[in-house]
């Protein structure tokens, strides 16, 4: 199986779970929708932009662009890890997309600057940014399993 499948396919189906994840739990939280993908362009903007609720090009597609890359980024690993041996089947995907998940959560908020943080603590409780990264694990188990189907 190709590795630059793997990647791929679990990043972008990551990059897309994990952005429909914070949708939802901005929307349960009664924020606006958009304040957590906004929250994201912290790196290029500053903290402030965790109140932004409106959809626009500084904020929400630097958001969006930088939530599918991240995704993309973690990836990488899971990919190949994947790609050394045949196909797995859906408990080990969950199993190690969630490990590599957890991992992203404690390197994401306890090794790297605060700057490059995911940036979501800037407008959801913890609980919704622990939400964003079980996304992350579903999305990325579920792109190798449609990278394993499309053999």
């Given amino acids: 199986m190709s590795r630059a499948r793997y990647i791929l396919y679990s990043g972008t189906a990551g990059g897309f779970a994990v952005l429909a994840a914070l949708l939802l739990a901005a929307k349960a939280e009664g924020k606006a929708p958009l304040q957590p993908i906004n929250a994201t362009s912290h790196w290029l903007h500053g903290d402030h932009v965790g109140s932004f609720t409106e959809a626009d090009i500084p904020h929400t597609t630097v958001g969006i662009v930088t939530n599918i890359a991240s995704a993309i ?51 959801l409780s913890k ?25």
């Avoid at 997309?97 to 600057?113: C, E, K, Q, T, W």
């Avoid at 609980?127 to 053999?151: I, N, T």
């Fill in 127 to 151: 609980r919704s940014v622990a939400s964003g990264f079980a996304a992350l694990a579903l999305g990325l188990a579920a792109g190798a399993w449609a990278a394993q189907r499309e053999r």
């Fill in 73 to 123: 980024f973690w990836a990488v690993p899971f990919g190949w890890w994947l790609s050394g041996n045949g196909p797995r089947r859906p408990l080990h995907l969950i199993c190690g997309a969630s490990l590599l998940s957890a991992f992203a959560a404690l390197f994401d908020y306890g090794v790297i600057h605060r700057r490059l943080t995911p940036g979501w603590e800037l407008a």
